[in-house]
Antibody, heavy 122, light 107 residues
Framework: QVQLQESGPGLVKPSGTLSLTCAVS?????????WSWIRQPPGKGLEWIGE???????NYNPSLKSRVTISVDKSKNQFSLKLSSVTAADTAVYYC???????????????WGQGTLVTVSS | DIQMTQSPSSLSASVGDRVTITCRAS??????LNWYQQKPGKAPKLLIY???SLQSGVPSRFSGSGSGTDFTLTISSLQPEDFATYYC?????????FGQGTRLEIK
């Protein structure tokens, strides 16, 4: 079964760039699925950040679009998130997840990675 | 963006109770509505997709219904492991958006 694992620095300085990677195991990132990043500030709700297909096609949340880049590395079976110009408001648990099969309306998320807390602080 | 509003925000119930959580969309989303369960310190878990389809491995006491703007998640007989926070999410349009969550607590 597919498993996802996030990795990256747990502390980022304000105005810096947050960089995370999601390693996919038990399946291929070149399957007929999109792959998403989702975040959750401490004690708060969930926010979808964006998604990528193995072709490199992306969709982003307009609220973050100017600061977000999602990329894929098929040779390593992983995808990555970069969020620039971070502030304390970007402190959150960041999750990667697999979307449903790539048909209209199938942007549900299963499975999810365990999540990684990223704190923005000097 | 489509706004998703869940009610109630919190709920106290007992083991064996039948519980219903409601999710309302700010515009019609057809049946593109999904439900998740999240326990403290854990990632959300998909329960229901496309409004009423039970994800593989999820107990049959969970069910979903609705279309358009109004949706419900029902747990037919609460079990101790069901006490958690539940989120709805629309997959009709970009960006996907989530409800604010419903915290289900033990009475």
């Amino acid at each position: 079964q597919v498993q996802l694992q996030e990795s990256g620095p747990g502390l980022v300085k304000p105005s810096g760039t947050l960089s995370l990677t999601c390693a996919v195991s038990g399946g291929s990132i070149s399957s007929s699925n999109w792959w998403s990043w989702i975040r959750q500030p401490p004690g708060k709700g969930l926010e979808w950040i964006g998604e990528i297909y193995h072709s490199g096609s992306t969709n982003y949340n307009p609220s973050l679009k100017s600061r977000v880049t999602i990329s894929v590395d098929k040779s390593k079976n992983q995808f990555s998130l970069k969020l620039s110009s971070v502030t304390a408001a970007d402190t959150a648990v960041y999750y990667c997840a697999r979307n449903g099969i790539a048909v209209a309306g199938s942007r549900w998320f299963d499975p999810w990675g365990q999540g990684t807390l990223v704190t923005v602080s000097s | 963006d489509i706004q998703m509003t869940q009610s109630p925000s919190s709920l106290s119930a007992s083991v064996g109770d039948r519980v219903t959580i409601t999710c309302r969309a700010s515009q019609s989303i057809s049946s593109y509505l999904n439900w998740y369960q999240q326990k403290p310190g854990k990632a959300p878990k998909l329960l229901i997709y496309a409004a009423s389809s039970l994800q593989s491995g999820v107990p049959s006491r969970f069910s979903g219904s609705g279309s358009g703007t109004d949706f419900t998640l029902t747990i037919s007989s609460l079990q101790p492991e069901d006490f958690a926070t539940y989120y709805c999410q629309q997959s009709y349009s970009t960006p996907s958006t989530f409800g604010q969550g419903t915290r289900l607590e033990i009475k």
